[in-house]
């Protein structure tokens, strides 16, 4: 089993629609929890921290369920710029690695 | 700008050669990491600098490969004797301090070896 996990995808949306998103890891005693979004042949970037309480920025929502140890996030009113591939990150067993799931591809359709 | 920077962008190498990827963190940026990123997949853990020290370099994938940072900014990965499955995207990524922080990106240098 790998570290962390996420459905590949991808996932089909309509432009409006909301869709969500998991990602499962295994090291139960992470700290640090993460989204990033990358696009085509670009670098990642952080889309969100997640913290226990859960965060909300705008239309997208994070959480955290440490009990069956996955993050999850949430997108509302989605939008034609928001196809890309979600990645989420864990930190390790080391303090200074992050381990990264493979990515969930996400295609908003008109 | 005062994002990451890397280069060169892409590099096309012949197996058996040596090659060097630079990555010029953001100015303050303690913590500086490299990736491995094949397609369609996520970022790979290589090492780890804290300033000029190298603190993890458990991901790296064999002895081929060496980092160094030796004045605690900018950055050097090389692949000595590259093989066909070194090809990938090389990411350089920094942070203010740890894996607790933001980590920013520099665009990547993308690595072919024929």
Known sequence: ?110 | GAGVSQSPRYKVAKRGQDVALRCDPISGHVSLFWYQQALGQGPEFLTYFQNEAQLDKSGLPSDRFFAERPEGSVSTLKIQRTQQEDSAVYLCASSLAGTNNEQFFGPGTRLTVL
């Open chain 1, 1 to 110: 089993r790998k570290e962390v996990e996420q459905d590949p995808g991808p996932f089909n949306v309509p432009e409006g629609a909301t869709v969500a998103f998991n990602c499962t890891y295994s090291n139960s005693a992470s700290q640090s929890f993460f989204w990033y979004r990358q696009d085509c042949r670009k670098e990642p970037k952080l889309l969100m921290s997640v913290y226990s309480s859960g965060n909300e920025d705008g239309r997208f929502t994070a959480q955290l369920n440490r009990a069956s140890q996955y993050i999850s996030l949430l997108i509302r009113d989605s939008k034609l710029s928001d196809s890309a591939t979600y990645l989420c990150a864990v930190n390790g067993g080391s303090n200074y690695q992050l381990i990264w799931g493979a990515g969930t591809k996400l295609i908003i359709k008109p």
